[in-house]
T-cell receptor
């Protein structure tokens, strides 16, 4: 069966450190992988999109890697701040499953000052 | 420009009733998707509409239905409500089906009592 797995436990880190979140998938061949941020009671907000032929994408303090051999994406936030505390969702877009966007359950990130 | 607007924000209904939720996408966006989010299941895909046609449907019972109007606005309907339908319902709009960055609304919090 298809699965998208993200760290189920919250990630607690100290301000200024780099946060690394993991997204693993099985039985998908995604054309795209995306990361979203969600704050409590709000809709997800798009952060980054990476295509299957891209290894890495950066945007300000954010970096995403995509390894189609390992079937894994890593999401990094450098110089993390308490304002980065939120749930981060991984989502993939797979043509073979109706071209819809499928989400992981998300990882809660808490950045402590 | 204005973001995705969902109405109402909060709703309380009784078991057995039906409910209609509305979504106005970003101006110029023609693709609208609906998701159900619960603490246990995360974001689950309901359906996707493009140019008034349903392109994809998730694994939900027939009590869940939707439609899209010529101005791209979308509605979803849930009939014969069950307690388990209590969730945050999120609408996301995209420019078209090829560009997969999704913009989410704030969601409608439905509580079934």
């Amino acid at each position: 069966s298809q699965k998208i797995e993200q760290n189920s436990e919250a990630l607690n880190i100290q301000e200024g450190k780099t946060a690394t979140l993991t997204c693993n998938y099985t039985n998908y061949s995604p054309a795209y992988l995306q990361w979203y941020r969600q704050d409590p009671g709000r809709g997800p907000v798009f952060l980054l999109l990476i295509r299957e032929n891209e290894k890495e994408k950066r945007k300000e303090r954010l970096k995403v890697t995509f390894d189609t051999t390992l079937k894994q994406s890593l999401f990094h936030i450098t110089a993390s701040q308490p304002a980065d505390s939120a749930t981060y969702l991984c989502a993939l877009h797979s043509m073979e499953y109706g071209n819809k966007l499928v989400f992981g359950a998300g990882t809660i990130l808490r950045v402590k000052s | 420009k204005a973001g995705v607007t969902q109405t109402p924000r909060y709703l309380i209904k009784t078991r057995g009733q039906q409910v209609t939720l509305s979504c106005s996408p970003i101006s110029g966006h023609r693709s609208v998707s609906w998701y159900q989010q619960t603490p246990g299941q995360g974001l689950q895909f309901l359906f996707e509409y493009f140019s008034e046609t349903q392109r994809n449907k998730g694994n939900f019972p027939g009590r869940f239905s939707g439609r899209q109007f010529s101005n791209s606005r979308s509605e979803m309907n849930v009939s014969t409500l069950e307690l388990g339908d209590s969730a945050l319902y999120l609408c996301a709009s995209s420019l078209d089906v090829k560009v997969t960055e999704a913009f989410f609304g704030q969601g409608t919090r439905l509580t079934v009592v």
